[in-house]
């Protein structure tokens, strides 16, 4: 693999190979690279190149050279003291060419290898009386048919799973009734709760003098999100109702609820009908876990101070913004842009707590 210094001088920072290939001819053309990683969502690249029209044939630079066709495979590595982190690994899915007389370029657009779960509708049935399965066994199932690999929870039990859709819009479906993260990290997928016992080792440093990383930093404290969920579970023709309130750990010792602000109780009801009731509770469950992230900071590193790649599906320390909001937050998502300007990471944080 070629020195960034030497093949990448638009973008130090990067490497990006076509095909298994590096781009070295078409190195001086790269404009940008953008990877956006969520905790819980198919990674994206988004690749920028200039391109320019030779006066002797009236080909252009990159669109005629044979390299960007839909499929291909793509990967961004960022490059950090001299060492490499691979960012993106999935394929090309789309390539927009705007043709104009100021700035002629080329936007290439990839997803992670979850595209390929999303390109076949199938229709199927998982497990049954006298074999029931788990989600866990059904997500096992479906990655190992296209050679991956799974960190897969147990989740709910069926007697038949009926499956009319892709395999990655099903195995999404079951992540989310059972408030699930499912997320791919090269090859393998993760399918289970929020990890807040994996943490980031390095902390986001706000107004820290030489040592400051992190130039701009966002928080919203959102009183708008319910402390507990209401779900009414059926028995026949009864009803049993029953308030869930978050049971995942706090990433602080002050709670966000607001029990201590004398307005009564706040609870929504989440309406499940038409879902067995263990189904039912459990994405009542999920929802309650969900609203319990009442504080959510956005904010820009400054990749090259920060020395290394913020994980989303981690938790990460924050420091220098006080004693209430600073400490641990868990990283939901990170947009990665890399070109001659820098290298910044935007990010954003949930927590759960305060302190």
């Known amino acids: 693999m070629p020195e960034p210094s030497q093949a990448y001088a638009?973008?130090?920072?990067?490497?990006?190979?076509?095909?298994?290939?590096?781009?070295?001819?078409?190195?001086?053309?790269l404009v940008r690279a953008e990877v956006n990683i969520h905790r819980s969502r198919p990674a994206m690249a988004r690749i920028t190149f200039g391109t320019t029209r030779s006066q002797d044939d009236g080909n252009w630079q990159v669109v005629d050279s044979g390299l960007l066709r839909p499929w291909k495979p793509l990967t961004v590595t960022a490059v950090l003291d001299g060492e490499e982190t691979l960012l993106f690994s999935g394929y090309i899915v789309q390539i927009e060419i705007e043709f104009s007389n100021e700035s002629p370029h080329i936007v290439v657009t990839g997803q992670d290898k979850t595209i390929l779960l999303d390109r076949e509708h199938k229709t199927r049935v998982w497990g049954d009386a006298n074999q029931p399965v788990t989600d866990g066994d059904v997500v096992n199932a479906i990655v190992a048919e296209y050679g991956l690999t799974a960190q897969a929870r147990t989740g709910g039990s069926h007697c038949g799973l009926n499956q009319d859709e892709t395999d990655i819009r099903l195995m999404n479906r079951l992540a989310r009734a059972n408030g699930f993260e499912l997320g791919l990290c090269e090859d393998n997928f993760y399918f289970g709760p929020p990890r807040l016992d994996a943490a980031n080792k390095n902390p986001i440093l706000i107004y820290y003098g030489e040592q400051t990383n992190c130039p701009a930093f966002n928080l919203l404290d959102d009183g708008y999100k319910p402390d507990a969920v209401q779900v009414d579970v059926y028995h026949d023709r009864d009803y049993e109702r029953r308030v869930l309130t978050p049971e995942q750990e706090r990433l602080g010792t002050e709670p966000c609820d607001q029990?201590?602000?004398?307005?009564?109780?706040?609870?929504?009801?989440?309406?499940?009908?038409?879902?067995?009731?263990?189904?039912?509770?459990a994405e009542a469950k999920a929802r309650a876990e969900e609203n319990a992230w009442k504080i959510k900071a956005k904010g820009t590193l400054d990749g090259l101070a920060y020395g290394a790649v913020l994980?989303?599906?981690?938790?990460?320390?924050?420091?220098?913004?006080?004693e209430t909001h600073s400490g641990r937050y868990y990283v939901d998502e990170v947009a990665h842009q890399i070109s001659a300007r820098g290298y910044e990471q935007n990010f954003i944080l949930l927590r759960n707590a305060r302190k």
């Not at 201590?260 to 039912?280: D, N």
């Not at 994980?311 to 006080?322: A, H, Y």
């Open 259 to 281: 029990t201590s602000v004398a307005l009564g109780s706040f609870v929504w009801k989440v309406p499940v009908h038409g879902l067995p009731a263990a189904q039912g509770v």
């Open 10 to 29: 638009a973008a130090p920072n990067c490497i990006v190979t076509i095909d298994g290939e590096p781009i070295d001819g078409l190195a001086d053309a």
């Open 311 to 322: 994980d989303p599906g981690k938790t990460v320390m924050v420091q220098g913004i006080g």
